[in-house]
């Protein structure tokens, strides 16, 4: 059991870590971004929606990473061009890509909030390959904030714009490349969710992932290792809520009340958050225009 | 009057960009636009359901205005909103037999007290653990899902439905409406209730010591700190007022309309909320104007469901996504007016 607990632990995890790579990357470069439920939510329903469609899946990967890149286009232009407020916009965003998806569901296949279920040589039953992925993204951007110049600039213009304008570098453009590089990252866990861990996209497939990504960032202190090491924490407490609810808990045999159980992973991040974590040190310049 | 003109603009401009959406998905924009009118100022009864859905929104909006007053962002109306409906329901089955006047001060007394503990928690949160409100906040909403849908399923279930709702709560605690529209449609008292509340928040916020007091924290922190302003505990009043606020939604929902809770009722009530706020400038009259607005999309967009062959329901949230991104981008598009017309008047 414990093997088995472990390796669906993992398997949460996943898309968990690559929208917390996707929101690292954001938020180093300054950018508060709560836009990854949109990043999950989109990457799985374009996933799921081209699988459908047109049944290959090179262009089921391509247009989820693309589709992720221009939601990713319509923050970066609210955030970074017009100045609207992060947290606003990317509220708003969430919201826009909630309503879009039904309504597009029911224009393209006829069916209210989801896609047609795919059949198994549709999906992705193998989880390693995303975890190979998934491992790479985190090694991949802590390379890139210690050994690539434009990691250093993307850390600068989180930390101390300033610094990095007075040096002739364009800070809009540095944080751009930053949210569409986090973007393209965030929509494999999308991929995930709707051809490796479910059958197709369902209603609010994510389900709150992106915010529990947002909190494991906080909880790793926006640094790549640590990150991943809440994203599991998060995954392991998902998968034991999920083992909890068949087991026999209660005097009279009856399994623990299932709401309390699924709760198990919020009332982790809270706990988490006040009790641990404390007062945090954000990237100095989030949040501000 | 210049903001109120942007502000309009901005409003126009977000319901043109949805129109111009649904034209691309093969629904003539004007039909469209036609559907929302008629569906939620068209007749006596649409107008009732509009001002149904406008209450909470006002509830929620003011909510939301009251902590963005004092520096906090409340993104956690939905579960402040369903813990006040929890103890309303909790009180109204326990204590079903009450005079009639008693029964409602205190069933809204409830909501409040339910929400404002909700809202507290948030409160003390992040001024004694330093823990950020957005992500706190989101976190008991999920919280307060898994706690009401449990309660209401286990400890009030309503033995004689197969839905996920309650027990009804006790006949005297059911608020009436008034006249013809309210046999008509499900507008009740709580409308009036919620007009009282804007007048009472405005007057808190902006005419009392207290809400200066409050204000200043949220404008200048370190001034009020040094002014002697005990900044930590009005943040956690801030809180506790604003979940209270959300909190009576469940006035509107429960004691004016279904008599008991369902699980789920609310479906984004809390979030509509921070986008009526923004839209209302966080001024109480701003918020009720706005309430209306997405109110009216709200029924507007249910009727779009009925009569167009594409269009959800989910319509509404992308219209209020629009005006929510160009009210928050404001400043750039008069800028890039201005631009334009000296380009034009130079040309």
Known sequence: MNQEWIYSGIRLSLPLIFASMGGLLSERAGVANIALESYLLVGSFTAAATMALSHSLALSFGAAVFACVLVGLLFCFFTLVAKADQIISGMAINLFVMGLIPVVCKTVFGLSGQTPSLSMNERILDPSIFIILALFAVAGISLFFSRTVLGLRVWAAGENPESLRTQGVNVNRTRMKAILLGAAIASLGGIYLSLGAGSGYTRNMSAGRGYIALAALIFGRWKPMWTMAGCLLFGLADALQIIIQTIPMMENGDPLPTQFVQALPYVVTLILLAGFVGKVRAPSAINKA | ?347
Request: aromatic share 12%; charged share 15%.
């Open chain 2, 1 to 347: 009057m210049g903001k109120a003109v942007s502000t309009v603009f901005s409003v126009v401009l977000g319901i043109l960009c949805c129109l111009a959406m649904s034209s691309l998905l093969g629904e003539s924009p004007l039909r469209v636009l036609y559907i929302l009118i008629n569906g939620s100022f068209g007749s006596l009864s649409a107008v009732g359901y509009t001002l149904f859905y406008t209450t909470p929104l006002i509830f929620t909006g003011l909510s939301v205005a009251l902590a963005f007053h004092c520096g906090l962002f409340n993104i956690g109306g939905e579960g402040q909103l369903y813990m006040g409906a929890l103890a309303l329901t909790a009180i109204g089955i326990m204590a079903p037999e009450l005079d009639i006047f008693s029964a409602p001060l205190l069933g809204i007394g409830a909501a409040m007290i339910g929400g404002g503990i909700w809202g507290g928690v948030a409160g003390w949160l992040k001024t004694y653990r330093g823990s950020h409100e957005v992500i706190v906040t989101i976190m008991l909403n999920f919280l307060s899902y898994a706690i009401c849908g449990y309660s209401i399923l286990h400890i009030f279930k309503n033995p004689n439905s197969q839905s996920p709702e309650s027990a009804e709560i006790g006949n005297s605690y059911l608020i009436g409406g008034f006249g013809e529209i309210s046999r008509i449609s499900p507008l009740n008292l709580s409308f009036v209730l919620a007009l009282f509340v804007a007048f009472g928040v405005w007057f808190l916020l902006f005419k009392t010591v207290w809400g200066y007091e409050m204000r200043l924290v949220g404008s200048k922190p370190e001034t009020a700190r040094r002014a002697g302003i005990k900044v930590r505990i009005r943040v956690i009043e801030a809180m506790v007022l604003s979940g209270s606020l959300s909190g009576l939604v469940a006035v509107n929902e429960i004691m004016g309309f279904s008599h008991k809770f369902r699980d789920q009722f609310s479906g984004g009530y809390g979030f509509i909320g921070i986008a009526v706020a923004l839209l209302g400038r966080s001024k109480p009259l701003g918020v009720i104007f706005a309430a209306l607005l997405f109110g009216a999309i709200q029924k507007g967009s249910l009727e779009l469901e009925i009569d167009t062959e594409k269009i959800t329901r989910d319509l509404a949230g992308v219209m209020q996504a629009f005006i929510i991104l160009f009210v928050a981008s404001e400043a750039y598009w008069i800028k890039w007016g201005r631009a334009l017309k000296n380009k034009l008047v130079r040309a």
